[in-house]
Nanobody, 122 residues
Framework: QVQLVESGGGLVQAGGSLRLSCAAS????????MGWFRRAPGKEREFVAA????????RYADAVKGRFTISRDNAKKTVYLQMSGLKPEDPAAYYC???????????????WGQGTQVPISS
C-alpha cells in the first residue's frame, strides 16, 4: 500500500508559480499511475492531472492545460505538480492520489494524501 504526503502549498500571487510535491512510501509506487486532484471551497473534488508509472503518459484537465505540468521521480518516490500562470479560480486544497493501475484510468484512485492548501492572492 502506498502512503502519500503532499508539500509545497502556500500563498502565491495570481500569475505566479508554485511546485507541489508528493512523497510516497510503499513498494508499488514505481509501478503505479499517480494523479493530482483539487477541491475548492464549496465545490466537488476535481481531477487536475495524472501520470503513468513511467512518466510516458500524462493527462490534464482542460482548465490547467498549458499551465500545469505533472512529473515524477521514481528513484525519489515523488510526484510533482508544477503550477504556473495561477489564476483566481485555482485556489483549492490539492490532493495527491495513487491509482491501482500502471496508467491513469477513469476509475477513482485507490489512495489519497491529506492535501495541501494553495491560496492565491489577487
Amino acid at each position: 500500500q502506498v502512503q502519500l504526503v503532499e508539500s509545497g502549498g502556500g500563498l502565491v500571487q495570481a500569475g505566479g508559480s508554485l511546485r507541489l510535491s508528493c512523497a510516497a512510501s510503499g513498494r508499488t509506487f514505481s509501478t503505479s499511475a499517480m494523479g493530482w486532484f483539487r477541491r475548492a471551497p464549496g465545490k466537488e473534488r476535481e481531477f487536475v492531472a495524472a501520470i503513468s508509472w513511467s512518466g510516458s503518459t500524462t493527462r490534464y484537465a482542460d482548465a490547467v492545460k498549458g499551465r500545469f505540468t505533472i512529473s515524477r521521480d521514481n528513484a525519489k518516490k515523488t510526484v510533482y505538480l508544477q503550477m504556473s500562470g495561477l489564476k483566481p479560480e485555482d485556489p483549492a486544497a490539492y490532493y495527491c492520489a495513487v491509482y491501482n493501475s500502471n496508467f491513469p484510468t477513469s476509475q477513482p484512485p485507490a489512495g489519497w494524501g491529506q492535501g495541501t492548501q494553495v491560496p492565491i492572492s489577487s
